[in-house]
């Protein structure tokens, strides 16, 4: 099993910046990815950022260029630093890992709320 702990989620003004942290324990295998999805109310949940333990990124078109996914060196630990927020980042944001025959372990989630 996996356990995580999730941060850094809040109320924020438009414009402004939030950063995510996640740290994932437990039975977790040396290669596998990491990454954020977010989900708004009568939704499906929405890939935003992933990072796999060797560096390599994607990013949803909606947020490139305004979100940074990293992971800690030789950690299961991934940020996600969140640039000129939009009200329309406000969701419920979600950690995830993914490993080969495992497939994926979810974190609790964190609010993100973008308002005035």
């Known amino acids: 099993q996996v356990q995580f702990v999730e941060s850094g989620g809040g109320l924020v003004q438009p414009g402004g910046s939030l950063r995510l942290s996640c740290a994932a324990s437990g039975s977790i295998l040396k290669f596998n990815a990491m990454g954020w999805y977010r989900q708004v109310p009568g939704k499906e949940r929405v890939l935003l950022a992933s990072i796999t333990s060797g560096g390599g990124t994607t990013y949803a078109d909606s947020v490139n260029g305004r979100f940074t996914i990293s992971r800690d060196n030789g950690q299961n630990t991934v940020h996600l630093q969140m640039n000129s927020l939009k009200p329309e980042d406000t969701a419920v944001y979600y950690c995830?890992?993914?490993?080969?025959?495992?497939?994926?372990?979810w974190g609790q989630g964190t609010q993100v709320t973008v308002s005035s």
């Open positions: 995830y890992i993914a490993q080969r025959g495992r497939g994926v372990d």
